[in-house]
């Protein structure tokens, strides 16, 4: 009789704490901000786009897509998702550089580079920078 009451005790804490682990579960993920994009370059160079960015995501990176649109920002002449794990699942990507082509796509100075990065919790959020022509060293450094 003893052994079947704590049994019967012994079922009781257990259950109470499952169901007490069970019902703490994690809420972080409503308090992670969405990613934070620093769009620093967007330059055509030939017949590539250099895209240069620093990207927090503290969600980590689920996805990074480049769209490449007119000057108005509604029609989009190239769609580049990034793959590389070198970028995706990351918390911080500092030096997010990569090389989209463009020969062929009409894609002039003036059009706008939008850089959409999507965390694991789903929040996104959108950089966008007008493109420009690659600097020439000599002027940015002031000689001829």
């Not at 370059?41 to 969600?59: K, R």
């Not at 990034?82 to 100075?109: C, P, Q, W």
């Not at 919790?121 to 493109?131: D, F, L, N, V, Y």
Request: with cysteine.
């Amino acid at each position: 009789m003893k052994i079947l009451k704590y049994m019967s005790l012994l079922m009781a804490l257990v259950s109470v704490m499952t169901i007490g682990f069970t019902s703490c579960g994690s809420d972080d993920n409503d308090n992670t901000p969405a990613p934070t994009i620093n769009l620093e370059e967007a330059n055509i160079e030939g017949d590539e786009l250099c895209v240069e960015a620093d990207i927090v995501a503290m969600g980590r990176t689920s996805s990074i897509l480049i769209n490449i649109c007119d000057a108005t920002g509604k029609n989009i002449k190239v769609v580049h998702p990034v793959t590389s794990s070198k970028y995706i699942g990351m918390l911080n990507v500092e030096g997010f550089h990569v090389h989209v082509d463009i020969a062929g796509k009409n894609v002039a100075r003036g059009d706008l580079l939008k850089l959409i990065v999507t965390d694991a919790h789903g929040r996104s959020t959108t950089a966008q920078k007008a493109i420009t022509e690659e600097e020439d060293k000599d002027e940015e450094t002031g000689h001829e």
